[in-house]
């Protein structure tokens, strides 16, 4: 039965060892021969990993990186979404997906390697010539012309994998795995300050809010009064008119500020995998808002904190070992088959014991000797692949360095001219209570008021933003340190029991 070896237990059992002796022999004695051809030599492609030892002058014993995202975020609401967007997200939860696939892609690439068994029956009718040496016996037998043939049993297959190819395209394939979990933790960064950016920008815009509807206060009360002013003759109706019209500016603002509001908690619900709903937040005042204390650690710690960076070098690894398996399918290969069960021309005696017991086994070896091209061509394949992994590990690791000395940056400069902003809104609001009591005293023109008034609005819409500006630069930091995915459940230390014994195997 396909080709294997059958035999009736009458015959000596000895023959099964001397197949298999056989077939190691004829193996041996090829490769001796030197009719195996050299496979390409390996040059392993290895990624540059020196960083410089600070950033721009600026290092920490710590990294701000490695503090779990609830302790790093103090806003409850802000933790409430995020903890919302971790369960609901659904980009995140396609990540996750994708991790079940590369685990079973582990499965499978593992039973590659080990025996093969199946059970298997048939049944059919088989008719040979007369003119044939079987013909004329099955005519003579009482098996007749037609033979019905009936049978079942256990078929088992299994390439032995000497070589280690099989095993490398596993370790390989669990690597991915790894990396595929680095991919989702970079995910859940990216996700994390995303949602914390967009709730200081509700939190700004808040703020922007209350900053217009004061200020529209108080221009209602300097419009009654220049009205009164021109009523009792002290002024022109040019002063009505003009306060009138920046109080309209000032009111029409109000509504692109509200849509600007819907939107954004329209964003956040969408990150959070919900349907629109209010978003609650903090009632505090966003200009007393403190960004939090920053510490960049040292360079190094970026490669093995930064799950793009983690994943990338789990990447090179998973090619490198591609390379190995490639490299080794220029190698003989070596398997066993066997069947272990019953067959008769008579169903009513399918299953005597031992005359319709039927069992085989076969070792065979298989080396390419021409039409190599597909094998080198894979080779080839894999290798180019490895390099760019080795690229692609080396642009991670800039950038990432990039990213923290350009946040650095950005938060330094930021604080500075918060400060600075600050100062000026003081020194304009001075200038607001000046030249409103001198209008209100006839002693000053009311286009000074005005323009006191709109440079004010406009310094003190120009601090929120910067301080929304500030509160974010400080979360993007966080995670270009790779923080973020640290105490969301998703770890490979609280993944399922499943998980951990493919990630314990691994590391094996």
Same mark, same amino acid.
């Given at each position: 039965?396909?080709?294997?070896?059958?035999?009736?237990?009458?015959?000596?059992? %000895?023959?099964?060892?001397?197949?298999?002796?056989?077939?190691?022999?004829?193996?041996?004695?090829?490769?001796?021969?030197?009719? @195996?051809?050299?496979?390409?030599?390996? @040059?392993?492609?290895?990624?540059?990993?020196?960083?410089?030892?600070?950033?721009?002058?600026?290092?920490?014993?710590?990294?701000? %990186?490695?503090?779990?995202?609830?302790?790093?975020?103090?806003?409850?609401?802000?933790?409430?979404?995020?903890?919302?967007?971790?369960?609901?997200?659904?980009?995140?939860?396609?990540?996750?997906?994708?991790?079940?696939?590369?685990?079973?892609?582990?499965?499978?690439?593992?039973?590659?390697?080990?025996?093969?068994? +199946?059970?298997?029956?048939?049944?059919?009718?088989?008719?040979?010539?007369?003119?044939?040496?079987?013909? !004329?016996?099955?005519?003579?037998?009482? @098996?007749?012309?037609?033979?019905?043939? $009936?049978?079942?049993?256990?078929?088992?297959?299994?390439?032995?994998?000497?070589?280690?190819?099989?095993?490398?395209?596993?370790?390989?394939?669990?690597?991915?795995?790894?990396?595929?979990?680095?991919?989702?933790?970079?995910?859940?960064?990216?996700?994390?300050?995303?949602?914390? +950016? !967009?709730?200081?920008?509700?939190?700004?815009?808040?703020?922007?809010?209350?900053?217009?509807?004061?200020?529209?206060?108080?221009?209602?009360?300097?419009?009654?009064?220049?009205?009164?002013?021109?009523?009792?003759?002290?002024?022109?109706?040019?002063?009505?008119?003009?306060?009138?019209?920046?109080?309209?500016?000032?009111?029409?603002?109000?509504?692109?500020?509200?849509?600007? @509001?819907?939107?954004?908690?329209?964003?956040?619900?969408?990150?959070?995998? #919900?349907?629109?709903?209010?978003?609650?937040?903090?009632?505090?005042?966003?200009?007393?808002?403190?960004?939090?204390?920053? &510490?960049?650690?040292?360079?190094?710690?970026?490669?093995?904190?930064?799950?793009?960076?983690?994943?990338?070098?789990?990447?090179? &690894?998973?090619?490198?070992?591609?390379?190995?398996?490639?490299?080794?399918?220029? $190698?003989?290969?070596?398997?066993?088959?066997?069947?272990?069960?019953?067959?008769?021309?008579? &169903?009513?005696?399918?299953?005597?014991?031992?005359?319709?017991?039927?069992?085989?086994?076969?070792? !065979?070896?298989?080396?390419?000797?021409?039409?190599?091209?597909?094998?080198?061509?894979?080779?080839?394949?894999?290798?180019?692949?490895?390099?760019?992994?080795?690229?692609? $590990?080396?642009?991670?690791?800039?950038?990432?360095?990039?990213?923290?000395?350009?946040?650095?940056?950005?938060?330094?400069?930021?604080?500075?001219?918060?400060?600075?902003?600050?100062?000026?809104?003081?020194?304009?609001?001075?200038?607001?209570?000046?030249?409103?009591?001198?209008?209100?005293?006839? #002693?000053?023109?009311?286009?000074?008021?005005?323009?006191?008034?709109?440079?004010?609005?406009?310094?003190?819409?120009?601090?929120?933003?910067?301080?929304?500006?500030?509160?974010?630069?400080?979360?993007?930091?966080?995670?270009?340190?790779?923080?973020?995915?640290?105490?969301?459940?998703?770890?490979?230390?609280?993944?399922?029991?499943?998980?951990?014994?493919?990630?314990?195997?691994?590391?094996?």
């Amino acid at each position: 039965m396909n080709g294997i070896l059958e035999t009736k237990p009458g015959a000596k059992a %000895g023959w099964v060892g001397r197949a298999l002796t056989a077939t190691l022999v004829a193996l041996v004695a090829t490769m001796a021969t030197g009719c @195996i051809p050299k496979p390409p030599k390996r @040059i392993a492609h290895v990624p540059n990993r020196v960083v410089p030892d600070t950033f721009a002058g600026l290092s920490d014993t710590r990294s701000a %990186g490695l503090i779990p995202w609830r302790d790093f975020f103090k806003d409850a609401h802000l933790v409430a979404l995020i903890e919302a967007a971790l369960k609901q997200n659904q980009e995140l939860n396609l990540a996750i997906q994708e991790t079940v696939v590369a685990s079973a892609e582990i499965m499978a690439r593992r039973g590659e390697y080990l025996p093969k068994v +199946g059970f298997g029956a048939a049944t059919g009718v088989e008719r040979v010539g007369a003119f044939t040496s079987q013909g !004329k016996a099955d005519e003579r037998s009482e @098996i007749g012309p037609n033979l019905q043939k $009936y049978e079942f049993g256990l078929y088992s297959s299994w390439e032995i994998d000497v070589w280690g190819r099989l095993r490398n395209l596993a370790k390989a394939a669990s690597q991915r795995y790894l990396a595929s979990i680095e991919g989702r933790n970079f995910m859940v960064t990216r996700l994390v300050a995303e949602i914390a +950016g !967009k709730y200081y920008e509700l939190l700004a815009l808040d703020r922007q809010l209350k900053v217009v509807t004061d200020n529209i206060a108080l221009q209602e009360q300097s419009l009654e009064l220049a009205r009164a002013q021109f009523q009792a003759g002290r002024a022109t109706s040019a002063a009505p008119a003009r306060f009138e019209a920046n109080l309209r500016a000032m009111q029409s603002s109000l509504y692109t500020i509200q849509q600007r @509001i819907v939107e954004t908690e329209n964003e956040l619900n969408f990150l959070a995998g #919900r349907f629109p709903q209010r978003i609650d937040r903090a009632k505090t005042n966003f200009l007393d808002s403190q960004p939090a204390a920053m &510490a960049v650690g040292v360079p190094a710690e970026l490669l093995a904190n930064r799950p793009d960076v983690r994943q990338a070098e789990l990447e090179l &690894a998973a090619a490198g070992l591609d390379v190995d398996a490639a490299r080794k399918a220029f $190698y003989p290969s070596l398997g066993i088959e066997s069947l272990v069960g019953y067959q008769s021309f008579d &169903a009513t005696k399918l299953i005597n014991t031992p005359d319709s017991l039927l069992f085989g086994i076969l070792g !065979k070896a298989f080396q390419p000797l021409l039409n190599r091209k597909g094998i080198m061509a894979d080779y080839i394949s894999a290798d180019s692949r490895e390099m760019q992994a080795v690229i692609h $590990y080396e642009r991670a690791v800039l950038t990432a360095f990039v990213e923290v000395s350009n946040r650095v940056s950005l938060t330094r400069n930021l604080s500075q001219g918060f400060q600075l902003k600050q100062q000026q809104v003081d020194r304009l609001a001075q200038s607001v209570n000046i030249s409103t009591e001198l209008f209100n005293l006839n #002693r000053a023109e009311y286009l000074e008021v005005l323009t006191a008034r709109r440079e004010l609005l406009e310094a003190q819409q120009e601090l929120v933003e910067m301080k929304q500006r500030q509160m974010v630069a400080t979360v993007t930091l966080y995670q270009a340190l790779g923080g973020g995915w640290r105490g969301t459940g998703l770890e490979p230390a609280d993944a399922t029991a499943a998980d951990q014994k493919l990630t314990q195997g691994v590391k094996n």
